[in-house]
């Protein structure tokens, strides 16, 4: 599905196989985030609900600082290789 600024929008689908696959090919978590943000496209939108539902699904509990910040994210954007959180 794509927005009126022709940004993928991404399902909850959409962010499992991005990150089973990101997961499959390395073992470093950060590594496997970078292949997620790369894998996300030129021009996609995700929801941070759907984030969480996706990494609640995947059994993926973040704690801590980065829980607090994952609480709070609206929307992620990426537009080339420019990652917003508006």
């Known amino acids: 599905m794509s927005d009126a600024s022709g940004a993928t929008i991404l399902s909850v ?6 990150m089973t696959g990101a997961r499959a090919g390395t073992s470093d978590r950060v590594s496997a985030s970078l292949a997620i943000f790369q894998g996300l ?4 939108v995700l929801s941070g609900d759907v984030l969480r539902q996706a990494l609640s699904q995947a059994s993926l509990a973040l704690e801590g600082p980065l829980a607090d910040v994952l609480a709070g994210v609206g929307s992620i954007t990426k537009t080339g290789s420019l990652i917003t959180l508006p």
Request: glycine share 10%.
């Open 13 to 18: 689908d959409d962010v499992m196989k991005l």
């Open 41 to 44: 496209g030129e021009n996609a």
